[in-house]
């Protein structure tokens, strides 16, 4: 599985006229790959996930995966929302079982994923339960193992711990880990936390209030499971704010994609 992003340009009609979002933006992801897109407040970062979702159109460019040309939204691309998006009329374990009906899975296939998906997220206990009556972190884990269960390419995810406090972000944090090894995913997470982009990511794409602009892409060299006290942690937490603070200070200025 390989994800390429070529020359993305995207924009929105306003009352005061076209607002321009992202402007020439590109870069790859290559399979199995956990990357952050971060960057402060209106830098586009949603916006090119909806994108590559499929969820949007760009007005210019191509967005590839595995070689052909992403037009719509589908099974292959599971889409995490920050609000979890859970139908609040069905069960944990309805709420997971939920894509594989739609998927036309047989009822064998949905069992055995089903226990497996409840094993992994420790949610088999909680099956039962209504989304009114879970934690904040047993929605999400709900919705995180539902976006998992027709085994889509990639797994994009907008702010999937922000909703949270900082007790259950941390915790959640090395869940996630876990279930991205177990599963072997493609994933782009979209956050403006830095430290969390550091903990998550195999790589961080720093992008600017610059239309999008992408003023950092960098490895995270770093050994699993990550200690944010560690020196070297600490190190990426000083360059990504330093840089983080200047992608909010972009002017803006086109690069000349076509709209």
């Avoid at 941390?170 to 979209?190: C, G, H």
Wanted: aromatic share 8%; glycine share 6%.
């Amino acid at each position: 599985m390989k994800l390429e992003v070529k020359n993305i340009c995207k924009g929105f009609e306003e009352d005061q006229g076209r607002r321009i979002v992202l402007d020439n933006i590109s870069f790859n992801v290559e399979e199995g790959e956990i990357v952050t897109l971060l960057g402060p407040s209106g830098c586009g970062k949603t916006t090119m996930l909806t994108t590559i979702a499929g969820f949007k159109k760009q007005d210019s460019g191509v967005i590839l995966l595995n070689g052909e040309p992403v037009t719509k939204a589908g099974p292959d691309k599971a889409f995490m929302f920050q609000n979890y998006a859970l139908y609040p009329w069905k069960t944990v374990e309805n709420n997971i079982l939920f894509p594989m009906k739609q998927a036309k899975m047989s009822l064998e296939e949905q069992r055995k994923r089903l226990d497996y998906l409840l094993e992994i997220s420790r949610l088999k206990e909680y099956k039962n339960l209504y989304p009114h009556q879970m934690s904040g972190g047993m929605k999400q884990r709900t919705a995180l193992v539902r976006a998992l269960a027709v085994r889509p390419e990639i797994l994009l995810m907008d702010e999937p711990l922000g909703a949270l406090d900082i007790e259950m972000r941390q915790s959640l944090q090395n869940e996630l880990i876990d279930i991205f090894r177990r599963e072997k995913l493609t994933v782009i997470i979209v956050t403006h936390d830095v430290s969390e982009a550091i903990y998550l990511s195999d790589r961080v794409i720093l992008m600017s209030t610059n239309y999008g602009e992408i003023i950092l892409n960098e490895k995270i060299e770093l050994d699993s499971p990550r200690n944010p006290e560690d020196e070297k942690f600490k190190e990426y937490v000083g360059l990504l704010s330093n840089k983080f603070i200047e992608a909010g200070r972009r002017k803006k200025e086109r690069s000349g994609g076509e709209f």
